[in-house]
């Protein structure tokens, strides 16, 4: 996969501008009023650059779009709102593009390339307009829905261009180009606490540099909270790297999705200076950690430990026998290990424990079982649910093909077991980002903080589990529309405006549920099993496989880290997310294209 880097000489230019444009603007050196400047300039550059290129820029532009003070009571208008849509047009306009007038034959075309994940999102979007007509506050569902529609033309567009295979490497550059502006923000962020302190930072970067991007309102509450901090029992908290997002979680999925594109173009590219991408990959896999996400830290576990098993069954130089017992004994240490250190005699007290409420389960067999020795009672588990797993692996094996299909382990396991050596690495990191004058250097903190993962005593991981709790019995009291798009704040009984706030369920499918009713729930949950399906089927293609590795891993990464967050939906998260995922349909598109014509 090469392309030519001299398409991007003129990009790079004008990316530069860009920067020094808002670096101005923070400075001081122009007003907030040259965010205008800035937005006509934007502009003018889509104008005259060929579409790819101006798509290219366009992308290397997400972390710098900044808000327009469009008046003293509204200046946080998220200026690509407007570019998104010129984009579009021009891209309507260089492709010769007549809307008006689309024949039958060529309209029923469209539709027929419509591609099932996709419709999974038309469909809710139905569902949401629906959900209008119950909520309370039908201007916040209105406004979150336009929100949401935003992103479509930027994926239709990427979606028809990356047809071309040069395209493709293009808007895989752009997407690493973005995670890579706003990783570097982040280490200003790490640099400038060397010489100030976390609160003299946090009110600097309040007063100073959210305003540029979103705003005096979001300013003003992330004065009085955010999540910019990590705090411990016995040492100073330490600073989350968040770059030019206003929370962290969100520079922890940005960098995951930047990560995504550096591993595709590093694995795709057969020249010698193909390792500068695996570097570019690491130093976004490593922000990812000095975020303290620890949601996405979760979500890796599982994957690694599925490609383990990928790796036993695939790996022909053991015999059928052996590949059976290797995945029987790791998923037997594994368990043991789940069970010791996250399990407790706690959650076995709770689960026999249901004796109380329901005498008819306390026969004599529950009674006597309860009084067994705790260390047998994880052996037992743990080999219950290695039985279990061995049984899963052998019929998924089957179902897609895996045996003797070595390329998945082969491309994604070193790349998954380098991520777990860069926890360490962080936490060597986070232990220098106290803040001037705080000597503590305890270089095991982010360590302790991922210890804390499934520590459900735990402060914030008790509050979500409340919150997952309350969203539960909404949706089972509201499960057809549910509360209404842009309606959560409802759900936990405040008052509308708290979804301004960030008011969310902590879980995507949750959230999503609770807004739209299950079938709004049911369709995000569709989108993301339908999305590893068609990654599963890119991997059976002869010349697509990597390809269909990579996507499969990291959108099986992103589908796990909904479960603990919403930050998808974090603006230029979603447009990020939008540009991998179009690449993604535009592979679909041009096999659509090669056979029908």
């Not at 965010?35 to 820029?57: A, D, K, R, Y």
């Not at 400038?192 to 300013?219: C, D, M, R």
């Not at 411990?232 to 990560?259: I, K, M, Q, W």
């Not at 790996?315 to 240490?333: A, C, D, E």
């Amino acid at each position: 996969m090469d392309f030519p880097l001299i398409k991007l000489k003129r990009v790079f230019l004008f990316v530069a501008i860009e920067c020094l444009a808002v670096f101005a603007i923070y400075t001081g050196a122009l007003d907030r009023e040259a965010s205008f400047l800035i937005f006509g300039g934007v502009v003018l550059i889509l104008t005259f650059l060929p579409i790819e290129e101006g798509l290219t820029f366009f992308i290397f532009s997400i972390p710098l779009f900044i808000a327009l003070p469009i008046n003293q009571n509204f200046d946080n208008f998220a200026a690509w709102r407007i570019i998104i849509f010129y984009l579009f047009v021009m891209w309507l306009i260089k492709q010769k593009i007549n809307l008006a007038f689309f024949s039958l034959k060529e309209t029923k075309e469209i539709i027929g390339k419509i591609l099932n994940f996709e419709w999974c999102i038309i469909i809710f979007m139905f569902v949401a307009i629906a959900s209008l007509f119950v909520a309370e506050s039908p201007g916040f569902g209105l406004r979150k829905i336009i929100f949401l529609g935003n992103v479509f033309p930027l994926y239709i567009v990427i979606r028809s261009l990356t047809v071309k295979k040069e395209t493709r490497s293009l808007i895989f550059f752009s997407i690493l180009g973005a995670g890579l502006i706003s990783v570097f923000v982040g280490f200003i962020q790490f640099i400038s606490i060397q010489f100030t302190s976390l609160f003299e930072f946090w009110k600097h970067w309040v007063q100073w540099v959210i305003p540029i991007f979103y705003g005096n309102s979001l300013a003003v509450l992330l004065e009085k909270s955010n999540t910019w901090f990590s705090y411990y029992p016995a040492s100073p908290p330490t600073l989350r790297l968040f770059s030019v997002f206003p929370d962290s979680h969100s520079f922890g999925l940005f960098s995951l999705l930047s990560a995504c594109a550096a591993l595709i173009l590093f694995k795709l590219r057969e020249n010698k200076n193909r390792f500068v991408f695996l570097i570019f990959w690491g130093i976004l896999s490593l922000n990812i950690y000095l975020s303290g996400t620890r949601g996405l830290w979760l979500a890796v576990l599982p994957l690694i430990f599925a490609v383990m098993l990928v790796y036993l069954l695939t790996n022909n130089r053991f015999h059928r026998t052996k590949q059976f017992f290797g995945v029987f004994l790791l998923s037997f240490t594994v368990c043991i290990l789940f069970i010791y250190f996250i399990l407790n005699k706690l959650a076995l007290s709770v689960a026999f424990g249901a004796c109380n409420p329901t005498p008819f389960l306390c026969t004599d067999i529950v009674v006597k079982a309860y009084q067994f020795p705790y260390s047998l009672w994880i052996i037992i588990t743990a080999l219950c649910a290695a039985g279990i797993i061995l049984l899963l692996s052998f019929l998924l094996a089957v179902r897609f093909k895996i045996f003797g299909n070595f390329l998945l382990p082969k491309t994604m396991l070193l790349p998954l077991f380098m991520f777990l050596l860069l926890l360490p690495v962080s936490s060597a990191i986070i232990a220098h980002a106290h803040g001037k004058g705080v000597n503590s250097e305890d270089e095991t903190l982010l360590l302790a903080r991922a210890s804390s993962i499934l520590d459900i005593t735990e402060e914030s991981n008790k509050a979500r589990i409340d919150i997952w709790k309350i969203t539960a019995s909404s949706i089972l009291k509201y499960p057809l529309l549910g509360v209404g798009i842009g309606n959560y704040a409802k759900v936990l009984d405040e008052n509308i405006d708290a979804s301004k706030r960030g008011a969310s369920a902590h879980n995507l499918y949750l959230d999503f549920a609770a807004e739209t009713g299950l079938v709004g729930g049911g369709l995000i949950v569709g989108f993301f099993a339908l999305l590893i399906l068609y990654a599963n089927k890119l991997f059976n293609t002869s010349d697509n496989r990597i390809l269909g590795a990579i996507f499969g891993i990291y959108f099986i990464w992103i589908a796990l880290y909904n479960f603990f967050d919403v930050v998808l939906i974090n603006d230029k998260v979603l447009l990020l997310f939008a540009s991998i995922l179009g690449t993604f349909s535009g592979l679909f598109i041009e096999k659509l294209v090669q056979k029908h014509g």
